[in-house]
């Protein structure tokens, strides 16, 4: 008669403790803010600046913010990480990027092949022009700037150039369309709206 009595009770607080979620680790919490950063670099940017109107015709201006908070431990852009933020433009599309690192954790840009989010790093950016500069050493609390023209069509990425950080998902996608005929940025779930 105990040995059930005991074995429903085991069971019963067996089921009780799967349901109660548990806490994080002291230290695991990704919620908590990043220490550290230099927040005045980015103070007004939000998500929706990833991809913006350029000021010449047939331009986009893309702003990169490393470490805009701890998602994915702080290895995302303005966010966003594992190619969740889509950004859609025409083929031959000039694109002027201003990358910003807050973090005393060095990161970089470099836009690569899709499948190359893969490998640990990647030496030349797909597009001539397509990388921030020293991008395989990266760069700590700083900004910089960068062009290329997105001349062929494909799936892209614009990963963190930082040997490693790809491969933990520190990028965002960058799909050139030869039948898109304006610029576009999906993010998340979100339905991709057109850029204006």
Known sequence: MIRPLCFSLLVAAASLQAQTPAAPPPGHDHSMEIPGLKKEL????TADDLLRPGTEPNSVKVTL???????NYGMNFNGYSHGKAILTIPVGTKVNVTFINPSPVPHSAIVIDKPDTKKLQIAEPWFKGGASPKH?????M?????????DEAGEYALACGFPSH???GHWISLNVSADAKVPTLQLGDQPAKEVK
């Open 42 to 45: 980015f103070e007004g940017i």
């Open 166 to 168: 790809g491969v933990a």
């Open 142 to 150: 700083g900004k910089s700037e960068f062009s290329f023209t997105a």
């Open 136 to 140: 395989l050493v990266g760069q700590t």
């Open 65 to 71: 913010v490393a470490t805009f908070n701890a998602a």
